[in-house]
């Protein structure tokens, strides 16, 4: 398995197409417009907030200019910091990647004003297509088929209530001003539209400035396909295939593909496919669109020769790497050359769909909690070993066709804290194959060997989504990820984990406060004179239980015998690899970890210079599973207990926690208030989504915060109490008494105390 190399679309010419081209945008995508550029012998600029002032996209670029602050409004969508940062490197034109200002005709208007090619089309386009209610009543008369509904400027919700029995339900609320699915809502019943209006228009005038919505009809198992087109200035207008989108959640792609397994299925997905291409040209023409655009359409599963167009992206797509791996077109090149005046090279006989890609967005967030996205540092990465190279191309010779090829776009880097003012997707990884089957086998190969720890990701639930039954057959719709989550089982913290991290805390302290040889109290093999007893290690797991783990012998020294909990003693070993991983053989099975340890201090811990003392919390990765385990002391280890028999057993938590860093943007209840179990009484924006925190059970509420405030993760918001009994005092007592018992604890637990 290779990462591939691509094959040129055109000569590389004989000077730079532009001097400088500024990247206004961050992430994975600033990197990948900067792969091209260096390519083609153009000088980079970046821009960064303040929060991404030691990104990737930073370091890899020329040079690089601070914008303001990390809240994107006062940075990345601030047009004169973008003017004035051009000013600032030479710029001549700006690629303005995706997200953003890409679809901003206000930016494309300034950069126009102030001399500055904006790599991207023009400001008809851009003011046509960025205004889906425009952009539907413009392409009926150009031969573009549109989803029934409703949409005309300046609705007020009592006209988009009273429209809704014409258009139907269960239908769709989608913001004109919208993007990348964000702000969508489905109402399924009429007596729900009112107070979702409320909560779309809420989200649309946070994340676009325009509050103004639209109505849909909700095709029933629809397929998202879209077509990607290429124009340049001199009237030349080409497809490049479609791309198959349906794996989506929350309004959100999750997984991408080229060619559609739909179209590839059909008898007549050739002319279907011609049928679509020449749609999406038509809706680029009739704009007179230049560079690379998408047009996306909604096609029925039962009648799949009939298309509707949703709506066109003017500008690159997250998911275009399959596009160039099955056509060996380097879109973001042909964005640079057009918006430098070269014509298309390329012809429509020219494109031909070779094999099958699939690409897997890596978000951070968990997904076992509704998909919450997730912050934190990156303490350990290793994702798909290589170098750093152009987009990929079909394959070069038979060896690489069996081996399936292997593209990750990504913008992490050891050491990057992750905001929570920003998309949560932080990388890609694109998989080539012969076909279909191939492309996913090898897709799922480069999964199991992702590594980011200290970050929660989804990349466990990618594998599990790309290895379904009905995601292998192709069965897809947009609502296949709500359907199956419930049916999928998430890999849980077991005693190989729970062994693995005691073994290597134990090893840890032992390696920087050596045992004597002999002495009063302790032997070189880590038996005490005078006690049988083994030492105990207390790990913390993520739902606020506790897992014990008694370990005999030196766990630095080699073999050891092991407990967990009130389990038998078994056979065990942890073998340190070179790049931090460590392989667990416990009753004669043996497992490979990755292992990232968090220690308290300044101090950075490595393998060849570790930290005296164990760390305070270490985490663990093997085949795209990732876990967080607490290295608890006995204070931290008694809290744990005290909190789990202060409510009754399998009773909710009382405590309403922000899920995350974010902003109060309403509160629906009031101090006092009586609630219902799953009653909304809050609602937090973070990583340009709101989340909506519910009552984990009934009872009288008492909130702590208002709207507006700013939130820390973990911070209670609310608190529940129910009607019923605290726990009596004596179970509090057998607790305590619980945590005290006989086996002696390790040498940091006592320490710490």
Known sequence: MTISSPTATSATPTKPLFGTVLVANRGEIACRVIRTLRALGIRSAAVYSDADAGARHVREADVAVRIGPAAAAESYLKIGAIIQACRDTGAEAVHPGYGFLSENVDFARALEKAGITFIGPGVEALNVMGDKIRSKNHVTGYGVPVVPGIAEPGMTDARLIEASTGVGFPLLIKPSAGGGGKGMHIVERPEDLEATLATARRVAASAFGDDTLFLERLVLTPRHIEVQVLADNHGNVIHLGERECSLQRRHQKVI????????????????????????????????HYSGAGTVEFLVSDNAPDEFFFMEMNTRLQVEHPVTEMVTGVDLVEWQVRIAAGEKLTVRQDDVVLTGH????????EIPE???????????????????????????????????????????????????????PMISKVIAWGKHRTAALDTLDEALAGYTALGVDTNVEYLRLLINDADVRAGRLDTGLIERKMPDFSFRRVGDFELVASALYALAMTEQNNPVPAAGPWQRGDGWRLGARAPWRVSLGTSDGGIGTVGVTGRAAGGPVLVSVGDGPQRPASLQFLRRSGAVLTL???????????????????????????????????????????????????????????????????????????????????????????????????????????????AGTVHISISSGDLVKPDQVLATIHPAVPAAAPQAVDAAEDAAEDAIEEAPWARSNT
């Open 369 to 423: 909690r509704n998909f919450m996205p997730s912050t934190g540092t990156v303490l350990l990465l290793d994702e798909i070993p290589g170098p750093a190279q152009r987009p990929s191309a079909p394959p070069r010779n038979e060896a690489e066709t069996a081996r399936g090829r292997i593209r990750v776009d990504s913008a992490l880097i050891e050491g990057l804290e992750l905001s929570a003012s920003y998309d």
């Open 587 to 697: 009753d004669g099975e043996t497992r490979t970890y990755s292992l990232a340890p968090v220690y308290t201090g300044p101090v950075t811990p490595s393998w060849s210079n570790p930290v005296p003392g164990a760390p305070t919390e270490l985490f663990l990765g093997s085949e795209g599973w990732s876990c967080r385990l607490e290295v608890l002391t006995r204070e931290s280890r008694l809290d744990r207990v005290l909190a789990a028999i202060e409510r009754e057993e399998g009773a909710a938590d009382p405590a309403v926690r922000s899920p995350m860093p974010g902003t109060v943007v309403s509160v629906s209840v009031s101090n006092g208030d009586t609630v219902t179990a799953g009653q909304v009484l809050l609602s937090v924006e973070a990583m340009k989504m709101e989340h909506q925190l519910v009552a984990p059970l």
């Open 357 to 364: 890609a699939v690409e897997a967005r890596v978000y951070a």
């Open 256 to 287: 991408e593909e080229a060619p559609s397994p739909l179209l590839e299925s059909l008898p007549d997905g050739a002319e279907i496919r011609a049928r679509l291409g020449e749609a999406a040209c038509n809706a680029a023409r009739s704009v």
